[in-house]
Structures are given as structure tokens and as C-alpha cells.
């Protein structure tokens, strides 16, 4: 049995005051006390000291034009298309905060494509 390719794929959002707020709150709330992030989120720091927030699958919802994070709120998308390919799983959001700014990426495994061999003549 073969596993699926993981992907990650960056998209454009619209970044908020209210949603940079909620991300600076989190951020706030990870460095006092870990333990009181919200299930279905992780927080860490990359390598050069920038937040880094995981949000599971269980815990967003993507709709036409949005991405929904529970506890933290919507996440305009400027992508137009489909954001996950149909039957990927295994999805994941990730926010990371750079120099340019806020990068949103979405990471899932694609569905495997089985191709059946025909019948002998």
C-alpha cells in the first residue's frame, strides 16, 4: 500500500486587526502558560525566535472565500479555487509571523490515486 504525498500549499488571507489581535493574544497566552492553548492548537517558536501557530484539523472549518479556526476566529482567503484537493486528509493550518508578515500555509495529504490493472486479454 503506497502513502499519500504531503503537501503544503501557501495562500494569501486577509489579515484583520481583530484576527492579528486574537494571534498576538495566543501568542501572549503560550509564553505565560502553555497549558491554557486551546485543544487542536499548538504554538512554537522557529528557529530564528518567529510564532508559529498549528491548528488541527479538528478544530477549522473551511468555507468559499474562509477558514474558520475555532477560538481564534475567520481567516480571509484570497484564493478563489478549492483549497483542499477532494478526499486529501490529514489537514493542517499553519500561521507563521515573518518579517514580511503574516504567512498562512495549509499542509494535508493528497489522496492516493490507485490505478487497477487490466484485465488480460
Known amino acids: ?22 494571534l498576538e493574544a495566543l501568542h501572549e497566552t503560550w509564553r505565560a502558560d502553555p497549558h491554557k492553548v486551546p485543544r487542536g492548537l499548538s504554538c ?10 498549528v491548528a488541527a ?10 477558514c474558520v479556526v475555532k477560538g481564534l476566529g475567520a481567516i480571509a482567503l484570497f484564493e478563489t479555487g478549492e483549497v483542499f484537493p477532494e478526499g486529501a486528509h490529514s ?7 515573518t518579517p514580511e508578515g503574516w504567512r498562512f500555509s495549509v499542509k494535508f495529504v493528497a489522496p492516493v490515486e490507485r490505478s487497477r490493472k487490466a484485465p488480460r486479454p
Open 44 to 53: 512554537s517558536e522557529s528557529s530564528d525566535g518567529a510564532f508559529v501557530l
Open 1 to 22: 500500500m503506497s502513502k499519500g504525498e504531503v503537501r503544503e500549499t501557501v495562500l494569501s488571507i486577509g489579515m484583520t486587526d481583530e484576527l492579528r489581535a486574537a
Open 57 to 66: 484539523e479538528s478544530v477549522f472549518t473551511t468555507l468559499p472565500g474562509a
Open 91 to 97: 489537514k493542517s493550518l499553519i500561521l507563521r509571523d
